[in-house]
């Protein structure tokens, strides 16, 4: 039976896209908007970790279990999947603060194969915030340039896909997006 992974949700961004709100505190259909990802993890994991800066505000969420602080640089969330890696000292299901459509299913899929690294695909594109690293890919994740794409750092670990919809790897850039994601919440 592998290893049951630690949920990590990546909140370490600055969000200055986003305007007014910092991404895990913008509101989204009466709730923060890392509520959806954490609660998603929760239904898959049984310990759930918020990995952040020092100086990320964050609401009060009850399904997680802990706020791990990253290094404050580089601001890069290559950053927040390595430290999350070391420090859960073994496998960690990863998925960005700001995808509200995340759901159980697909992040169960991201379990299935054994591999260092799955990560999921969305119309042709990795996804790398929305993935289950093991600790067989810590040495190449460290290895990276600190500003590398973190699209190329990871294709570098030849990683296991899983194709995902398109709206289960949604992610709320800016304001827009977040009028996007209400009105798909309430339709």
Request: net charge negative.
């Amino acid at each position: 039976m592998p290893e049951a992974p630690v949920g990590a949700v990546l909140a370490g961004g600055a969000g200055r896209r986003l305007g007014a709100h910092s991404k895990p505190m913008a509101p989204l259909a009466g709730r923060p908007l890392i509520s959806f990802p954490v609660e998603a993890l929760r239904q898959v994991c049984d310990r759930v970790v918020v990995v952040c800066k020092a100086d990320t505000h964050l609401p009060s969420v009850p399904a997680v279990d802990e706020r791990w602080d990253e290094p404050d640089e580089p601001r890069h969330p290559l950053t927040g999947i390595t430290y999350a890696l070391n420090r859960a000292d073994g496998p960690v299901l990863v998925c960005a603060a700001d995808m509200p459509f995340v759901d159980e299913p697909t992040l169960r899929a991201l379990l299935e194969p054994q591999a260092p690294a799955v990560v999921a695909t969305s119309e042709g594109h990795l996804v790398p915030v929305l993935a289950n690293y093991r600790p067989a890919a810590l040495e190449a994740l460290r290895a990276a340039e600190p500003n590398s794409a973190l699209r190329e750092t990871v294709r570098g670990l030849d990683p296991v896909t899983v194709e995902v919809a398109p709206e289960k790897a949604f992610s709320v850039n800016t304001p827009e997006d977040l009028t996007e994601a209400e009105a798909r919440l309430s339709a």
